[in-house]
């Protein structure tokens, strides 16, 4: 049984765990709310067969549920796999699956093998509240674009077998992740001034923020640096409030060892906070923009291959006429087969990629309102935390102050 | 390059307290220029003295000449019964002179936004080395000028008054006294001290107190000093995160949600790390800290040296003793070595008597200046929580009301 550190039940009081969605559809405006939270990580069996099972809890007034209040347990492995039956799905057709959450192996490791110090419980948490994050997008991407059945699938009470990641699907996903690094490096003749304008846009959003995210690493960086160096310190107040041989002096001086101490605790919860609230959620997002380059990616390779059958239909038009002209009478029909086949192959390309191209711009749009939406929420709990924290500075110095002022 | 006027300077809380409340002889530091390494201070003395030849007056002088002022005075034999006020440390650049020299040379992978706002925080921290350093000069002279023996020595006045280039009659001194104490000094008070045998308890005490309290002071000073470190690393991380926030709303987008709210974000993000860099020039909390652990560290030093004085004192004392016994055993020049025991008692027990006294006032001086410092830091860390927390609060408020 995993024991859980009191530093991070904090964490999962916060509001920020328990995001409180109302997502508007477009067309109907019919407003679905799903609430999402991801709790009590407990470890199941042992040594490296063990794994992390999560509680996942929804409440929901969605029809499509037969429940409004629920909770299955998963483990980490049937996250990927939703996200890579998904991705395999509807990514192909332009929507904007939300990256999965990143597997670590050595964190893994070290919690199956039952090490329960500060970096494992770290990883945990971590984990928790990424799959949390990934759950609360999984839900406000499908929602409210496609109410399906993909949905039970993963909010169901059953027991779904959506896990153990084979080898073989790992495989995939590397390849994907491969393919999308090797550059595109077709050129399309971009017709939609809105596209190009759209895919300069994120190009530019994902710089900003990768540089946005370094520097809120930076900062939970210097924060942890900080809170260890406010307690040094506080120690060795406290030494110098012994040493003195004043006495109001002396106990003024332990009394601010006292609050540097406390100080100290401020700053590694603030620290938390940077990291959890704001350098976590940065991070997710510069994947969600991968995603979403992604998906534009698709669109070309959609086109690419219209284009392909286009070209291929040409030249078997070409033969065709050649072979009017030679007394090749099955030759010619065999052609005029393919012809056919091909003709339907570019009809079908030209729908497919109209298609994708119409779901983009659905989905981009949804985006962009949705998702900034639930990034603002994000940035506003930060600010909550910054603020808790000023407030007890406050408390802790107005403490102090008539100690300080009691010296005579 | 930069100067210091009366209007720019905020009067800044010194460290040092000024237990003698006399008008008699009053001491600033107005104005002061820096060139490169050297900073020329102006020294004004205001004065009802008749020892002075006029009552209102201004030097220039260096950092040098305050050294040599220090040293002339440790060296004064009348004095060897008096705490003398620490030298103020060498004005030091070379921190802020450093990071400006990285700036530059990372100039061409910062936006401009960022860049500026760098430089303008090395500015700032420039300046405030500078009056930290005005500030420390100032407070040497006006503990000089409130105490009732030091003030009236004759080099002082001469540090006040000479109205022409001081680094002559520095070297002069130089030579007349070999820095012969200094040295001494230096080599083995800690040892000299604790190896006396005590008669005084009052001395006794006080020798414990000092060499304990000062290994923990410089030990506070030093972790003091790394915290201070940690907060002006997170202050740059503001800095650099409202420069990308800015870039990110000026990011020509068709997307009006993002650019409201990233402004508002860098708004927020930017008053927050001004009044931050703000807070460190003129009444940074932790730098106050920080400033008055290192001056007393240093006062206690002096202490120390006084304690050091006496103990040598002391010692030729116990020396003349036994070199009395063994002339009259000799019988030979008696007389010479009972003057030479005499005056040996004498000198210990002026050097005592003037001991208890100082130590006691630097006692009452001590816990007065760190009541003062440690109530204004207190007052200070609450204001600027507080401002901080408006701030926030009303970003909050902007950035839900959308």
New interface residues.
């Given amino acids: 049984m995993f024991v859980h550190l009191s530093a991070f039940y904090s964490y999962r009081s916060l509001p920020f765990c328990r995001f409180f969605l109302q997502i508007e559809e477009e067309e109907g405006g019919d407003s679905f709310d799903i609430h999402i939270s991801v709790s009590d990580p407990e470890k199941v069996g042992d040594g490296m067969n063990a794994y992390m099972a999560y509680k996942v809890t929804t409440k929901t007034s969605v029809a499509l549920f037969r429940q409004r209040d629920f909770s299955v347990k998963r483990r980490f492995s049937d996250f990927l796999g939703l996200h890579s039956k998904l991705a395999s799905k509807y990514l192909h057709i332009g929507y904007i699956v939300p990256p999965a959450p990143e597997k670590s192996i050595v964190g893994m490791t070290k919690v199956k093998v039952g090490k329960e110090d500060q970096s494992s419980n770290e990883f945990v948490e971590r984990r928790r509240s990424a799959l949390e994050r990934y759950d609360e997008g999984q839900a406000t991407a499908m929602l409210s674009s496609y109410k399906h059945l993909k949905l039970k699938l993963i909010l169901l009470p059953r027991a779904v077998n959506t896990q153990a990641l084979s080898s073989a699907g790992i495989l995939r996903m590397v390849n994907k992740a491969a393919e999308a690094v090797n550059k595109m490096t077709i050129k399309m003749n971009e017709s939609d001034a809105w596209f190009e ?1 759209k895919q300069q ?1 994120f190009e ?2 994902d710089a ?2 990768r ?2 995210h370094a ?2 690493e ?2 939970v960086c ?2 942890k ?2 809170s260890v ?2 307690a ?2 506080a ?3 406290a ?2 409030g ?5 006495t ?2 002396s106990r ?2 332990s009394q ?1 060892a006292e609050v540097e101490e406390k100080i100290d605790q401020l700053h590694q919860d603030q620290a938390n906070a940077d990291f959890y609230l704001f350098s976590e959620l940065l991070g997710d997002y510069v994947r969600l923009i991968s995603a979403v380059k992604g998906v534009f990616d698709q669109r070309m390779k959609t086109w690419q291959k219209w284009q392909d059958s286009q070209m291929l239909l040409q030249k078997k038009r070409e033969a065709e006429a050649k072979l009017q002209f030679t007394n090749k009478p099955d030759k010619l029909q065999q052609t005029k087969d393919e012809i056919k086949e091909l003709e339907g192959r570019v009809q079908q390309g030209e729908r497919d990629f109209e298609q994708i191209s119409k779901t983009i711009r659905k989905e981009v749009s949804r985006f ?2 949705d998702r ?2 639930d ?2 929420m994000s ?2 709990k930060y ?2 935390s ?2 808790q924290t ?2 007890q ?2 408390k802790y ?2 403490a ?2 008539p100690e ?2 009691a ?2 | 390059m930069s100067s210091f006027d009366e209007n720019n300077k905020e009067r800044l809380r010194s460290v040092s307290v000024d237990l003698n409340n006399d008008a008699s002889l009053l001491i600033d530091i107005p104005d002061a220029l820096c060139e490169r390494d050297k900073v020329k201070f102006t020294v004004h003395t205001k004065t009802t003295l008749s020892s002075f030849q006029k009552p209102e007056f201004s030097v220039p002088r260096q950092h040098e000449d305050f050294i040599w002022l220090h040293d002339t005075l440790v060296e004064t034999e009348d004095y060897a019964g008096l705490i003398i006020p620490p030298a103020p440390p060498k004005p030091d650049f070379e921190s802020p002179r450093e990071k400006m020299h990285k700036l530059g040379e990372g100039e061409a992978t910062m936006t401009k936004e960022e860049y500026t706002k760098m430089k303008q925080e090395l500015e700032a921290e420039y300046l405030a080395v500078f009056k930290k350093t005005v500030q420390v000069h100032e407070v040497f002279l006006q503990r000089l000028s409130s105490h009732p023996v030091l003030s009236k020595d004759r080099n002082f006045q001469i540090f006040l008054e000479y109205d022409q280039d001081l680094s002559v009659r520095r070297k002069n001194a130089k030579e007349m006294f070999g820095g012969f104490f200094k040295n001494m000094v230096k080599s083995a008070d800690e040892v000299l001290i604790a190896g006396v045998k005590e008669v005084d308890d009052f001395f006794e005490q006080e020798k414990t107190f000092l060499l304990d309290y000062f290994s923990k002071i410089k030990e506070a000073t030093a972790k003091a000093e790394k915290m201070t470190r940690s907060h002006k690393n997170i202050a740059d991380d503001y800095i650099r995160l409202s420069a990308t926030l800015n870039s990110l709303s000026a990011e020509e987008s068709t997307n009006y949600y993002i650019i409201k709210f990233c402004l508002k974000l860098f708004q927020n993000f930017l008053r927050v790390c001004l009044k931050k860099v703000e807070g460190r020039v003129a009444s940074d909390e932790e730098l106050k800290l920080t400033e008055l652990l290192r001056y007393y560290m240093r006062d206690i030093q002096a202490a120390k040296d006084l304690l050091y004085r006496r103990a040598r004192a002391l010692a030729d004392y116990e020396n003349s003793n036994k070199a009395l016994d063994k002339a009259r055993l000799k019988g030979k020049d008696v007389s010479q070595a009972e003057e030479h025991q005499k005056r040996c008692l004498q000198k210990f027990d002026t050097l005592s008597e003037s001991g208890k006294k100082e130590l006691t006032n630097f006692k009452a001086r001590r816990v007065v200046a760190f009541r003062k410092n440690l109530v204004e830091m207190a007052e200070l860390e609450v204001k600027h929580a507080k401002n901080n927390m408006t701030l926030l609060q009303g970003c909050i408020e902007l950035l839900s009301g959308n």
């Fill in positions: 304008e846009h530019n959003l900003q923020l540089k946005l520097s809120v930076c900062l210097h924060r640096e900080l160096n406010t040094q310190f120690k060795s107040a030494m110098l012994n040493s003195e041989d004043h109001a002096l003024a001086l601010l962009e309102k900034v939406k990034f603002k940035i506003v600010l909550e910054l603020v000023q407030q500075l406050i110095w107005e102090f102050l300080a002022k010296i005579s």
